[in-house]
């Protein structure tokens, strides 16, 4: 780590805003290119995530090399993210698809015909 970053770490940690912006436009670059390399169009969604992790557990960094922390924190928000899209796919829906499904009956009279039809008679 050069003594530069490894200085805005520090500081950063101490809670110094303007070394944390530092570190942001000195990686934010490379780690844009690199998520975009795995995840595509929702690189910058991924890019959030990790710094919203990087700022939480910047406190609890110690020693070792930032970049490569940095870099590992947003391939594992990176495989996150390609686990939820396979978990759930999205698939677009025609807006007359979505026209179709309109009814044009009164929810209110069908939830009271619903009712009285399967209340028990005594």
Do not use: K
Request: proline share 5%; net charge negative.
């Amino acid at each position: 780590m050069t003594a530069e970053l490894a200085e805005a770490v520090s500081a950063a940690q101490a809670g110094d805003e303007d070394a944390f912006r530092f570190l942001y436009r000195s990686l934010q670059p490379g780690l844009l290119r690199y998520l975009t390399a795995l995840v595509g169009a929702d690189a910058e969604d991924v890019a959030s995530e990790t710094w919203l992790q990087i700022s939480r557990d910047l406190p609890t960094f110690t020693g070792g090399e930032f970049r490569a922390w940095t870099v590992t924190i947003a391939r594992n928000r990176a495989m996150d993210h390609l686990r939820r899209l396979r978990r759930r796919p999205s698939l677009p829906v025609p807006v007359q698809a979505l026209a179709d499904l309109a009814s044009d009956a009164d929810t209110a009279e069908r939830a009271d015909e619903t009712i009285g039809t399967e209340t028990p008679w005594r």
